[in-house]
């Protein structure tokens, strides 16, 4: 970690995490320019290239933050046998995370979109060396015989993905924790009813 080795000031670390993952979030990797960045965080532009060298560096390592950001946190919730309430956690814990970084998401979104071959080869190395794939972590211990005849459980966890990640976007710009959880609830109560057995909604 880069910031970690150099061992910059905590408050100098947030300002720059929470101005790129904004101006990347919003502008993608190309059109982001390092001045947009800079005068965010409300830092000098030599500190940003003394910790980093180039905007190629911080959007690696911003990457990796933001990724560990939720990984870290999510894959600890998972305990629970039943899809359902391992997805309740794990929704809790990335709407948490979400409160402290508002652009997280937006950011990882942006990340999947990118089509510069050497940066998505380069975010292919750090994914690699530091997370395993989902299916790895996600998958493992949960009992998929609860799920009606005929319905795939990697399909019903896109589902539940696309619902989340729609109900994120829409609450953008009036996030309150509490009621967006609430929301979440509802749905996945309703997605329980629809994909599971009768004898386990």
Do not use: C
């Amino acid at each position: 970690m880069v910031m970690q080795e150099l061992r910059i000031p905590e408050d100098k670390k947030q300002r720059i995490v929470r101005a790129a993952m904004e101006h990347f979030a919003k502008n993608g990797y190309k059109k982001a320019t390092m001045d947009e960045i800079v005068a965010a965080a409300d830092i000098s532009k030599g500190l940003i290239f003394h910790y980093f060298g180039n905007k190629k560096k911080l959007y690696l390592y911003l990457y990796e933050f933001a990724y560990s950001l939720v990984y870290d946190r999510v894959v600890k919730t998972f305990q629970q046998e039943d899809l359902f309430e391992r997805i309740r956690e794990s929704e809790q814990i990335k709407l948490a995370v979400v409160s402290e970084y508002p652009y997280v998401l937006d950011f990882l979104l942006s990340v999947r979109r990118e089509t510069d071959e050497q940066l998505r080869e380069a975010i292919a190395q750090v994914k690699v060396g530091r997370f395993p794939p989902w299916k790895e972590t996600f998958l493992p211990g949960l009992d998929a015989s609860k799920l009606r005849e005929g319905i795939e459980l990697e399909k019903v966890i896109k589902i539940i993905s696309w619902t989340t990640d729609g109900l994120l976007a829409e609450h953008k710009n009036d996030f309150v924790l509490e009621d967006v959880f609430a929301e979440m609830d509802e749905y996945l109560n309703l997605m329980r009813q629809a994909f599971y057995k009768e004898e386990y909604q």
